[in-house]
């Protein structure tokens, strides 16, 4: 058995705490996984891993063990990536994940681009709402939104797109055309579960934030659904450009409040900690940046 191929899944099964995780992501038997970490256990002499009828946790030794494959796996790693960035073209598949809405608006439609740009690279995108492990999942890095919390995370913002208030020509035909937030009260409002507030609402004026109270029959915590829910004329609502600019440009909705409107929202690339972006993942970061920089309203 090849040591390097131990190691790697030495540090896979730790990571996922699972034989059978860390087996179906390297397309083994999962009793091969198990022969790969016995071997090493023999040839150290050391018990490396717990086993409990419930889950697998690293032994003082295994945690030891786990940072020095680590380091030893990244070099590893790294000397890979220089030999691969003086051929003519990278190679290699980009993990990514980001949310369902966004990747398929943004990511899916720049995909043939990068590749006719770059035909050495794969990308497999996994679409979720949900901030998943990178770690857990084997993934190269994520796409979110907004200002990220504090974390061991390394992240790196790649554009930011403005926030507008917005309903489609139809609400205000009928409810009219609020000429400052606080005339929100009177208007029907699409609320987001996802914020720690859904019925305050943040608006800046003279550069001085104040919140608005606001309600309205419909929450979501879909952003597919809260842009159906603007065109279903189910009333205003507050949202970055990315997600509704296309419907902006072709007046399907409308912006109002411009001048009240907060701060951009970061839209971050981020990545996991302690690893070395490899350069695979580094020309699709550049890539998507140059794009999204080119389009200001993120349509």
Known sequence: MDRFESMTLFVRVAETGSFSVAAKEFNLAQPTVSKHIAKLEKQLNAKLLRRTTRQIKLTDIGKEYYDRCNIILRELE????????????????????????????????????FFKAYPGLNVTLHLTDQNVDLVQEGLDMAFRMGNLASSELSAKQVCASPMVAVASVE???????????????LHPCILYSGRDKPH???????GESFFVHVD???MTNDAAAYREA?????????????????????????????????????????????????????????????QFNLCESMN
Not at 171 to 182: I, M, S
């Open 216 to 218: 309205g029959k419909f």
């Open 200 to 206: 305050e609402w943040l608006f800046q004026d003279n």
């Open 78 to 113: 790294d000397a890979e990536d220089a030999i691969k960035q003086l051929q003519t073209s990278p190679t290699g598949t980009i993990k990514v994940t980001t949310g369902v809405a966004f990747g398929t608006a943004h990511i899916l439609p720049r995909l043939n681009d």
């Open 230 to 290: 603007l065109l279903a004329n189910l009333g205003v609502g507050v949202v970055p450009l990315w997600l509704v600019g296309d419907l902006v440009q072709t007046g399907a909705l409308q912006v109002v409040l411009e001048e009240y409107c907060v701060e951009p929202m970061p839209i971050n690339a981020v990545f996991p900690p302690g690893k070395r972006i490899p350069s695979k993942v580094r020309y699709f970061i550049e890539f998507l940046t140059e």
């Open 171 to 185: 609400h205000f035909a009928k409810y009219g055309t609020p000429h400052h937030p606080k005339e929100l009260s």
